[in-house]
């Protein structure tokens, strides 16, 4: 039997070539990339040239308005760093910052050490610590204000039953800025308890099971393995907790409002209080401020990674 294949081309004689494999491979990743390259040319790139736009230019309302910023170059920066209140707001910064996510971290980790048992109610347990972190910032910083209250506050009241005097929180110079530290504090335990809580799912057990055969004890087992083996997780949450501390306001601004007499204002509270805070807009210093803590987080960032490909290569 004779089998007959009927082949059809183009009516101009040649099939058309396909494309190469390379470059069909090269559009594919294009396409994926383009929704990513516009979201960080929208909401990236964007807002920090227009940050850096306003630091180098006079912009008051009018000249919103009418367009015509004049130039200044770096004296914006300059005025900033030559201001009275600077080192203040920097002192201010790094006491907040530092305390805020040291303080977060160690009791992040010892929580999720804890609840790395999965004993009984542990899963609800962990739930609950997860309210602060899921509740709108204005009600924390409300009922931390009403705790805090010198007159009626709770917390005052509790003081009081162990024979310790009022305590001025918010309106005394000398605990407002440990005041808002605390408030913050609160905030952030339940972030540092997942991403750490996370990170000990992935510590094989069989490391604990070789340790406690050998005679470890738990603290043995912690300083050997659970730490070291956190590391990478800490860094990344220590990195974004910085960045993130860095820019908190709401808390500051509802409990305090940097006061009294700017003895709870950090670079962050600066920068919002002369671009909003007086009722006469300044952008261009306040921009100033902003490019400033752009750089610190820049430079955290820059040590992060400096410090895990150092790791990496041990």
């Known amino acids: 039997m004779t089998s007959l294949r009927t082949e059809t081309a ?3 004689g040649a099939a058309p070539a396909a494309p190469p494999p390379g470059r069909a491979r090269r559009w594919t990743a294009s396409a994926f990339l383009a929704p990513l390259i516009v979201y960080l040319l929208a909401f990236y790139a964007y807002p920090l040239y227009r940050n850096i736009d306003l630091s180098v230019h006079d912009y008051t309302p009018r000249a919103f308005v009418q367009g015509d910023p004049e130039f200044t170059g770096l004296d914006n920066h300059l005025d900033i760093l030559s201001d009275e209140a600077f080192l203040g707001a920097l002192g201010n910064t790094a006491l907040f910052t530092l305390g805020s996510i040291t303080v977060q ?4 980790l010892a929580l999720a050490v804890f609840f790395h048992r999965n004993f009984r109610l542990s899963a609800v347990l962990r739930a609950m610590f997860l309210v602060p972190w899921l509740l709108p910032l204005i009600v924390s910083a409300s009922t931390w204000s009403w ?3 010198s007159e009626n506050g709770i917390v005052n009241a509790a003081l009081q039953a162990f024979g310790i005097g009022q305590i001025n929180w918010l309106t ?3 605990t407002s800025l440990l005041a808002v530290t605390i408030a913050n504090i609160w905030l952030g335990i339940p972030f540092n308890l997942v991403i750490l809580y996370a990170g000990l799912q992935n510590i094989p057990a069989e ?5 406690g055969l050998d005679g470890a004890n738990a603290w043995q087992r912690f ?5 070291p083996l956190l590391r990478p997780v800490s860094a990344i949450t220590l990195l974004l907790g910085l960045i993130y501390t ?3 306001v709401d808390i500051i601004w509802i409990m305090t409002r940097g006061g009294p007499a700017d003895a709870s204002t950090t670079l962050a509270v600066w920068s919002y209080r ?3 805070g007086t009722g006469q807009p300044d952008f261009s210093p306040a921009a100033a401020v902003g490019n400033l803590l752009i750089l610190i987080a820049f430079v955290a960032g820059l040590v992060h990674v400096r410090l895990q490909r150092r790791e990496e290569r041990a």
């Open 274 to 276: 002369e671009a909003f």
């Open 147 to 149: 705790m805090l209250n």
């Open 105 to 108: 971290y160690a009791l992040g």
């Open 223 to 227: 300083r050997r393995i659970t730490f």
């Open 10 to 12: 183009p009516a101009g």
């Open 207 to 211: 490391l604990y099971e070789a340790a």
């Open 172 to 174: 005394s110079p000398d």
């Open 246 to 248: 860095l820019k908190v």
